[in-house]
């Protein structure tokens, strides 16, 4: 994209854009708020009061931090059984008699299994990361198993051929050609476990983000609901960078070969 | 210098067409590198009834010189001139082939409806008629029903040849078609095309890097220097019609044309200047 | 001398009846490990509740769970349920397609329109769809038209950024077959562009069907009186676990049917596919 006189890179450009985006947005959410457009829509200010209250209150302790931290915990958990799973049914080409399980469980809203494993397992701390380890597990395993099937025949016979045992293929050849795809996968679960760790606070609990999110819809108190919103959204912003740090170490080798690193 | 008697009497000589290229030139900009001049200033003719080869080293801009003549892409600069008219898209009775057979015929289509693809405005009845003409034509009267991808490289080709012929054109432009074929399906194929090119009378022009290929199939070859291109030569191609396969390439005559233009692209700077 | 077209006939004689048959062959023995996999799963449940691993209290057995899914959809209320989650997905997914697939034709048609919504398309893309949830139900309340707006934001995406981006791949060889066919520039979008991006386009369809069941069950269970999600977060907090499970059980059959009728939709439709369309955006 050409602009005009300067020498404005679009890199540049595109985070000014999003920069000046986000600042009209929120500039029309103080209006319509202050407007009282709805009654469920107080104004930014109020929000971001309720934001930061939390966030230098006793709540950043008893809830914020813990809930983060079950998010983490769940999320490394469900990545790194996703691509152990991914990597023996792939390569082990288990796809075909685990396809309609998978399909099956695959389909089942967390939102919808919350509950019940809240219910079957007591509604702790353990439980919780457990769902979000849950969450987490699918979109890399869906990616680390596709990759798995698909490694190239060629590099599994040239290890065979210099004697490489089974377990040296499966760990040393196949898991790291699955990267990629496993990392792609775990980006969605970035955002899938902090989704989770909402939803798991949603039922039986007592303490965490989600769980204040909830009773301050229960209570009408917009405020605070908004503002819960506001810290989950700079919390996935968050993530989301770190990610991004880590993806490029893990995946220094593959952004090389393909002419992506700067 | 004796012309070259054609092996069927009374095919309508006036049923191809000329092609004329005049200083066309080509150059790419690519955003932040510097300039490409792919092609420098081209000229030649291509008459009525003609078959004529281009050849040159790797790179020297023959395929694009293809896509500005047939009006595929438009010349920096000079013009093309199809009977007299200027280029500007790709004139009605102009039709082409290209390499990549696999990627230009519609994989959604049967064989047949992928050979009705260029008849536009034909009722549909008289459009398979001549959809399994062309077929029949090209050697694989049987396939109608078939869909591209269950045929074979060579099939497949010659599916994209019955589409190029089935609007009955009066010039054909062909892209090195027959690079991606193994070497019996490319003899097949390049007799098949001599055959078609009597038989319909139109004028052709052939891309390809196969210097052999482009003696045995043409009566003049053009030879291009290296990037930014131009004629370095004009040959007339003086053999024997029919061509055979194995009877032609073993004349003393054609090894002399091989030897010829395999100097001149290996050396082009020492070759003797000349357009067509 | 030269290798004849009939030799090449012989050696593909008959291509399409034989790899019909293996097809059909190779579905089969699919299918039947698919289900072998299903029945030891299930075993593996059943047993692990045996040995109190799964708590026999909280966890319905097998044969539990098959009881309440029959009471429940002969005479019981998981029908209409079923009923109400279909209708639910379906209106949602309607409306997205109605909305997605033109503008995910005009974004990969006009590179201006593309270029022109990046930013907003970008920005609000990651934003998983169940985020809505909360917000839609403040501003819609609760009940089927909330639903059927939360599934049509969630799974517009998906659709659009398929559509956009099967029509811009489409195979610029093609493209240039249909110039060389002497076909205007509309007849190249209409008769070559819109059918190479078929298959992409069902590719995205498959994603958004899936996020629309998951985004109606979530609903239901959150904040619709109505629904499979209902059944089962009811179910769940008066202690009928049977009932929740089987409710849970036709969820995930409902997604596996979708699935599988999306796929049958794609091999009848477009054989010619190769994997490369699969690529999910």
């Known amino acids: ?79 790194l059984l996703g691509m152990l799973a991914g990597v023996v049914i792939g390569y082990g080409r288990l796809h075909e008699w685990v396809r309609p399980t998978l399909e099956f469980l695959r389909s089942l809203p967390i939102v919808a299994i919350a509950p019940v494993v809240l219910i079957a397992f007591t509604p702790g701390s353990a439980t919780r990361v457990g769902i979000i380890a849950l969450a987490s597990f699918w979109p890399v395993f869906v990616n680390t198993e596709d990759a798995a099937r698909s490694v190239d025949e060629r590099l599994i016979e040239t290890a065979r051929a210099y004697g490489r045992n089974r377990s040296w293929i499966l760990f040393r050849l196949v898991g790291p050609a699955t990267l990629p795809m496993a990392v792609a996968g775990a980006r969605i679960a970035t955002s899938v476990s902090l989704l989770a760790m909402v939803v798991s606070e949603f039922f039986l609990a007592t303490s965490g983000l989600g769980y204040q999110l909830q009773y301050d819809a229960r209570g009408y108190d917009v405020a605070g609901m908004f503002g819960a919103i506001l810290i989950l959204g700079i919390i996935g912003r968050v993530m989301s960078g770190a990610f991004n740090g880590f993806e490029h170490w893990v995946l220094r080798w593959y952004l090389g070969q393909k002419g992506l690193t700067q | 210098m004796k012309s070259n008697v054609r092996s069927t009497p009374g095919v309508d000589r006036a049923n191809g067409a000329t092609l ?25 003719e291509l008459r009525a009834g003609e078959f004529v080869s281009l050849v040159g080293p790797s790179g020297c801009g023959k395929t694009t010189l293809l896509r500005c003549l047939s009006g595929l892409v ?18 009605g009775s102009m039709s082409i082939v290209f390499q990549e057979y696999g990627r230009s015929l519609f994989p959604w289509l049967s ?109 003049r070859v053009l030879v291009l220097s290296n990037r930014p291109s131009r004629v370095l030569r004009s040959i007339p191609i003086e053999l024997p019609k029919p061509r055979d396969e194995v009877a032609t390439r073993a004349m003393g005559r054609f090894q002399h044309y091989r030897a010829e233009i395999h100097a001149m692209i290996r050396n082009p700077e020492g070759a003797a200047g000349g357009a067509a | 001398m030269s290798t004849d077209a009939s030799t090449e006939q012989e050696a593909l004689a008959n291509p399409r009846r034989t790899s019909r048959r293996a097809a059909v062959r190779r579905y089969a023995t699919s299918a039947v490990k698919g289900l072998a996999g299903l029945v030891v799963m299930v075993g593996l449940w059943e047993l692990l509740r045996r040995l109190d691993v799964l708590p026999r209290s ?73 985020a809505f949830v909360p917000v839609a139900l403040v501003f819609l309340g609760f009940g089927l038209k909330m639903e059927v707006v939360l599934v049509l934001i969630g799974a517009v995406w998906p659709i659009v950024f398929n559509t956009r981006y099967g029509v811009q791949d489409v195979d610029p060889k093609l493209v240039e077959s249909g110039q060389s ?101």
């Open chain 2, 20 to 44: 004329t290229a005049e200083g066309v030139a080509k150059s790419y900009h690519p955003r932040g590198g510097r300039s490409v001049q792919a092609i420098g200033s081209v000229s030649f």
């Open chain 2, 74 to 91: 438009t010349p920096s600069d000079g013009a093309v001139r199809f009977d007299g008219e200027t280029v500007s898209k790709v004139p």
């Open chain 2, 111 to 219: 064989v047949e409806r992928n050979v009705m693809a260029g008849l536009p405005g034909v009722r549909s009845g008289e459009g398979r008629r001549r959809a399994r003409e062309a077929l029949e034509m090209v050697g694989i009267p049987d396939f109608g029903d078939s869909y591209p991808w269950q045929l074979s490289g060579g099939m497949q080709q010659r599916v994209a040849m019955a589409r190029a012929i089935a609007t009955r054109p009066r010039c054909l432009l062909m892209d090195e078609p027959f690079a991606s074929v193994d070497a019996l399906t490319r003899e097949s194929l390049e007799e098949l095309t001599l055959r078609l090119a009597g038989e319909l009378g139109f004028s052709t022009l052939l891309v390809t890097h196969d210097i052999d290929e482009a003696i045995f199939m043409s009566d």
């Open chain 3, 181 to 281: 066919l002497h076909y205007s520039d509309w007849t190249i979008v209409r008769r070559i562009k819109l059918v190479a991006a078929t298959p992409a386009i069902l590719t995205g369809l498959r994603t958004a069907s899936a996020i629309a069941l998951i985004l109606t069950v979530s609903a239901e269970t959150l904040a619709v009186p109505e629904g499979l999600g209902n059944v089962i977060s009811q179910s769940a907090t008066t202690g009928s676990t049977a009932d929740a499970y089987a409710a849970i059980v036709i969820t995930g059959f409902l997604g596996v049917v979708m699935n599988m009728a999306i796929a049958t939709v794609r091999t009848r439709l477009v054989p010619w596919s190769t994997r490369a369309g699969d690529r999910e955006v």
């Open chain 1, 1 to 79: 994209m050409t602009v005009g006189r300067g020498s404005v890179s679009p890199q540049a450009l595109r985070r000014v854009l999003g920069v000046v985006a986000g600042i009209v947005l929120l500039a029309l959410w103080q209006i319509a708020g202050k407007a009282g457009i709805s009654p469920y829509l107080p104004p930014m200010s109020d929000a971001v009061g309720a934001a930061w209250d939390m966030v230098t209150g006793p709540q950043l302790k008893a809830d914020i931090l813990p809930s983060v931290g079950r998010a983490l915990a769940g999320l490394i958990i469900g990545c």
């Open chain 3, 58 to 130: 909280a966890v319905p057995s097998t044969a539990a769970t098959l009881t309440a899914l029959r009471a429940g959809l002969f005479g019981g209320d998981l029908l209409s349920a079923t009923g109400h989650t279909l209708l639910a997905w379906a209106a949602g997914l309607g409306l997205a397609s109605l909305i997605g697939l033109p503008l995910g034709f005009a974004l990969g048609l006009s590179r201006w329109a593309d270029a022109a919504t990046r930013e907003v398309v970008d920005f609000l893309r990651p934003i998983p769809s169940v």
